[in-house]
């Protein structure tokens, strides 16, 4: 669950070039944030509370892939075309967030190269680890028993 926060992965200029276009938004237990295949349109950082990645799995409930907390990203599909969520997300106990206009941030990325380059590293680190992280959650759910998921 430890990925780079925006505080880590962002100098202090960007970072609060960034800041400066938030919200804050508040979700109740049980609350959506999103679903797959919905418009990826915003994002948000975890203020309080979590929030659990979920992902569809056919003739079954959703699996939970990862639960994220305090300062971590939720949401990157806002980032990449065609803008659409790869998975869902719920909060698992009230959040306090931090909202994100999608479209807003990658015109302000388009218009400072810099800043652009900083952003794609930093999601492109969540990425990669949320991709493991399924990876991981879906072997521990679906593998056969005593299979060797490395193979």
């Known amino acids: 669950m430890n990925t780079t926060t925006m505080l880590q992965a962002l100098d202090p200029e960007h970072r609060n070039r960034l800041q400066h276009m938030a919200r804050e938004v508040s979700f109740p237990q049980g609350a959506r944030l999103f679903d797959e295949d919905g418009r990826a349109d915003r994002f948000w950082i975890v203020r309080t509370g979590t929030v659990t990645l979920d992902m569809r799995v056919p003739g079954r409930r959703a699996a939970v892939i990862e639960t994220l907390g305090h300062n971590e990203l939720v949401g990157w599909s806002w980032l990449f075309p065609p803008h659409a969520w790869h998975l869902g997300a719920e909060a698992m106990t009230p959040v306090r967030a931090y909202e994100f206009d999608g479209t807003a941030v990658r015109l302000m990325c388009e218009n400072d190269p810099e800043l652009g380059a900083s952003v794609s590293r930093?999601?492109?680190?969540?990425?990669?680890?949320?991709?493991?992280?399924?990876?991981?959650?879906?072997?521990?759910?679906?593998?056969?028993?005593?299979?060797?998921?490395?193979?």
């Open 122 to 151: 930093w999601v492109g680190r969540v990425l990669a680890h949320r991709l493991q992280a399924a990876r991981t959650r879906l072997l521990d759910l679906y593998a056969p028993c005593g299979s060797d998921s490395r193979v």
